[in-house]
């Protein structure tokens, strides 16, 4: 599996929104290339402490880009292969890895296969490469046959990833992203649906031509070990751990992600030494800023998913706190257009950007935050403390999400000088029991008198 992971900070971007591009593709137009609008971000981005950039779908598509029409080139929409190519190498000159939008349990109607069928029906030498395709009947779309379609949308067509010619297709495209773009990893969509046969193979597939690939698939429900293995996936989306983030928050209630933590990472954990994807929203969600009912929540929740066990992630523009609220049919409000020059005047909480950054310096500077065991020490209604333990060395961490201060007691790991990495180096004493202040919606994160840096 790959290692790099662990360390990594992810920054989320979902390419044909922020890069205003055109809602539908015409497949005739000039590309034009708005993906070089990322490169401009890339120094904000290390700004914030981060080394790793999730992409997500910009292959030729139709409209949103989960409808891909073509995995072997760049949606027009965004410019050509050779504008990707230049935007990987820039992450990689500015110390940032880039995963991909892998897309492959359904195509749009627009798939070249698919135009096929329709142009010559029985005939099509493609007929098999879709899932559950029949002609003794009509689809809702006015096609005089039927197939199965994406948790009933019937413009995503499933693809039989079972077929060998069509797994052939698939892992070709992906050995051209491999090859072309020097990419370092995929973001499986729709993992939950996706033949497991398959991903396995395409696991396989990716670390015989580059060990270190990570591939992480979109989960919601389910036992994520059945993913995550030696055989599959390297991680998936933490969706049981984005529900509690907030609505621990709203709810002041922290026994809530409390129990989440302890049951996936505690010393009975059922995902310990798995580095699961953690995030507060992102392109198919509302807007963190959104759901929160206090804005002030915004630095604890960040305290917390950038200390806890896994890998964290940030949405483009909510480190600005940016509003947006998905519509019925309609995720536009949370894909906005974005430029990085007029971005943080779009939020509401300009601070938040540099509190990120504080707290991702700590994570970089400590083993334990990033790769390290957890234990919990305390739990209240608006109060969470637990332990991140690495090889001897140990952190604390208190997270106050109270408009007060409060006084936060545990016991101490470990007896002697604690420092508090993230408010100045402050030392707090310990015998017995660990004691500090923690300031209203804010942290502190104590590195034990064993701890050094990595």
């Given at each position: 599996m790959a290692n790099w992971a662990w360390d990594a900070f992810f920054y989320h971007v979902y390419p044909l929104g922020m890069c205003g591009a055109p809602a539908r593709n015409d497949f005739a137009s000039p590309p034009v290339a708005r993906l070089d609008q990322v490169r401009g971000?890339?120094?904000?981005?290390?700004?914030?402490?981060?080394?790793?950039?999730?992409?997500?779908?910009?292959?030729?598509?139709?409209?949103?880009?989960?409808?891909?029409?073509?995995?072997?080139?760049?949606?027009?929409?965004?410019?050509?292969?050779?504008?990707?190519?230049?935007l990987v190498s820039a992450c990689h000159e500015a110390g940032i890895r880039v995963i991909l939008d892998g897309v492959f349990n359904h195509v749009g109607r627009d798939f070249w296969a698919f135009r096929d069928v329709l142009a010559n029906g029985r005939a099509s030498a493609y007929c098999d490469w879709f899932a559950g395709l029949r002609f003794d009947g009509g689809s809702p779309q006015g096609d005089p046959f039927t197939y199965e379609g994406w948790h009933g949308h019937f413009d995503l067509v499933k693809l039989d990833v079972g077929n060998p010619r069509v797994r052939e297709h698939l892992f070709g495209a992906v050995e051209s992203w491999i090859s072309?773009?020097?990419?370092?990893?995929?973001?499986?969509?729709?993992?939950?649906?996706?033949?497991?046969?398959?991903?396995?193979?395409?696991?396989?597939?990716?670390?015989?031509?580059r060990p270190d690939f990570w591939l992480v698939g979109e989960i919601v429900h389910g036992d994520y070990r059945r993913w995550v293995n030696p055989l599959t996936l390297d991680s998936v989306t933490n969706y049981e751990c984005y529900k509690g983030l907030y609505s621990s928050l709203v709810d002041r209630n922290?026994?809530?992600?409390?129990?989440a933590l302890d049951r996936q990472f505690g010393p009975k954990g059922m995902y310990r030494?798995?580095?699961?994807?953690?995030?507060?929203?992102?392109?198919?969600?509302?807007?963190?800023?959104?759901?929160?009912?206090?804005?002030?929540?915004?630095?604890?929740?960040?305290?917390?998913?950038?200390?806890m066990p896994g890998v964290p992630s940030v949405y483009y523009g909510s480190e600005w706190a940016l509003e947006g609220r998905r519509l019925p049919g309609d995720d536009s409000p949370v894909r906005p257009a974005l430029d990085v020059a007029t971005a943080e005047a779009a939020g509401v909480e300009p601070a938040l950007a540099q509190a990120i950054s504080r707290l991702a310096a700590v994570r970089a500077e400590l083993a334990p935050l990033r790769r390290g065991g957890y234990l919990q020490l305390l739990v209240a209604h608006e109060q969470l403390s637990f332990a991140r333990d690495l090889e001897g060395e140990t952190v604390v961490v208190m997270i106050n999400s109270a408009e007060r201060s409060a006084g936060v007691r545990v016991a101490a790991p470990l007896d002697g000088a604690w420092r508090d990495a993230l408010n100045g180096g402050e030392v707090i004493a310990s015998g017995g029991l660990l004691e500090a202040e923690v300031a209203p919606f804010w942290a502190r994160i104590l590195v034990g008198p064993a701890a050094g840096r990595s």
């Open positions: 971000w890339l120094g904000h981005m290390r700004e914030l402490g981060v080394n790793a950039l999730y992409l997500g779908p910009l292959f030729e598509s139709t409209a949103h880009g989960y409808d891909t029409a073509d995995y072997y080139h760049v949606d027009r929409r965004l410019g050509t292969d050779e504008t990707l190519r230049h072309g773009f020097g990419i370092d990893g995929l973001r499986l969509d729709a993992a939950d649906v996706l033949d497991l046969d398959f991903q396995q193979a395409l696991a396989a597939h990716c670390r015989s031509l922290y026994f809530e992600i409390a129990y030494g798995l580095p699961l994807y953690n995030f507060v929203d992102n392109h198919d969600q509302d807007r963190i800023a959104t759901r929160l009912d206090r804005r002030e929540h915004l630095y604890p929740l960040h305290c917390l998913l950038l200390t």
